[in-house]
């Protein structure tokens, strides 16, 4: 199946600092990539969509300018963690996929454990 | 409301017998998929099976089948000949519409499973 990465795994920052996360397409072009966000035990809730070339399209209560996400190209997708505060610590994944209409398999990162201290 | 709910916060099962994870949905759209995936403690998801609204039979993957009961919005994953490497959260994700509606998808509250030895 397609591969997508995330980089970094894990990352430890410092209040107030700003974190970029990188997903990455592997080996398919990812028109829409979506970033998730999962606290421990809990479910994923979407935190926004974002297609290469246009803006995020960012779920009602996420801070569209604390989560910076940036879809330069096809394969890359970022998201950057303005001003972390240690309540932004959390497991952040990523996922993308074709665009297929019916079975349209959404493919995950491996996701990036971030910790603010 | 919820658009998927999965009722139970945690189930057991003995090695080699089977197990089935509830989920139910709620959409007033015709088109929609009907996902489940695996996250282990590592926290990748793997996506185990699928289910389109307009499938006739029930899907199957290996150990894996879907009980899809479109009347009553529930969409079951029954594991069969369940393995220690089982042990895992389980989510109920569903994509809704169709063509313009991309790859979205909403994640049930999940289901840890623990298959003892």
């Known amino acids: 199946g397609a591969v997508v990465s995330q980089h970094p795994s894990w990352v430890i920052c410092k209040s107030g600092t700003s974190v970029k996360i990188e997903c990455r397409s592997l080996d398919f072009q990812a028109t829409t990539m979506f970033w998730y966000r999962q606290f421990p035990k809990q479910s994923l809730m979407l935190m926004a969509t974002s297609n290469e070339g246009s803006k995020a399209t960012y779920e009602q209560g996420v801070e569209k300018d604390k989560f910076l996400i940036n879809h330069a190209s096809l394969t890359l997708s970022t998201l950057t963690v303005t001003s972390a505060h240690p309540e932004d610590s959390s497991f952040y994944i990523c996922?993308?996929?074709?665009?297929?209409?019916?079975?349209?398999?959404?493919?995950f990162g491996p996701g990036t454990r971030l910790t603010v201290t | 409301a919820q658009k998927i709910t999965q009722t139970q916060p945690g189930m057991f099962v003995q090695e080699k017998e089977a197990v089935t994870l509830d989920c139910t949905y709620d959409?007033?759209?015709?088109?929609?998929?009907l996902f489940w995936y695996k996250q282990p403690s590592s926290g990748e998801m793997i996506f185990l099976i699928y289910?389109?609204?307009?499938?006739?039979q029930n899907a199957t993957e290996g150990r894996y089948s879907l009980n899809f009961q479109k009347a009553r919005k529930s969409a079951n994953l029954v594991i069969s000949a369940s393995q220690l490497g089982d042990s895992a959260m389980y989510f109920c994700a569903m994509r809704e519409g169709g063509e313009t509606s991309g790859s979205r998808l909403t994640f049930g509250e999940g289901t840890q499973l623990t298959v003892n030895p």
């Open positions: 996922s993308s996929s074709q665009g297929l209409v019916g079975f349209d398999e959404q493919y």
């Open positions: 289910q389109g609204s307009y499938d006739q």
């Open positions: 959409t007033s759209d015709p088109s929609y998929g």
